[in-house]
């Protein structure tokens, strides 16, 4: 019973940055494992970052390693997504989810809660 909402997405030009924000509310949070999956027009979500219970476990997908930062605050109830060095490619809408176990998957089908998404667009 988590509910997640995403903030911070936007336009952006190529190289610049974005810190996207997932506000959680519900009991089991804190016991949640939480990725970042994204959506580009036409094709399917993708598993970008997750991040496990502690947030101490962190994995990412290969395309934006290195530019990436995924991290959560127990305290605020709140997942984050620093995404530096944006390109085009990184267009996407960005979906907050939750995985009701303390082990991370890189499957977005294996998470039950979802945001509503965040439009991420990077353009000159």
Request: charged share 15%.
């Amino acid at each position: 019973q988590v509910q997640l909402v995403e903030s911070g997405g936007g336009l952006v030009q190529p190289g610049g940055s974005l810190r996207l924000s997932c506000a959680a509310s519900g009991r089991t949070f804190s016991n949640y494992a939480m990725g970042w999956v994204r959506q580009a027009p036409g094709k399917e979500r993708h598993l970008v970052a997750a991040i496990n219970w502690s947030g101490r476990s962190t994995d990412y997908a290969d395309s934006v390693k290195g530019r990436f930062t995924i991290s959560r605050d127990h305290a605020k109830n709140t997942m984050y997504l620093q995404m530096n060095t944006l390109k085009p490619e990184d267009t996407a809408v960005y979906y907050c989810a939750a995985r009701a176990t303390t082990y991370y998957s890189l499957t977005p089908s294996e998470y039950d809660s979802w945001g509503q998404g965040t439009q991420v667009t990077v353009s000159s």
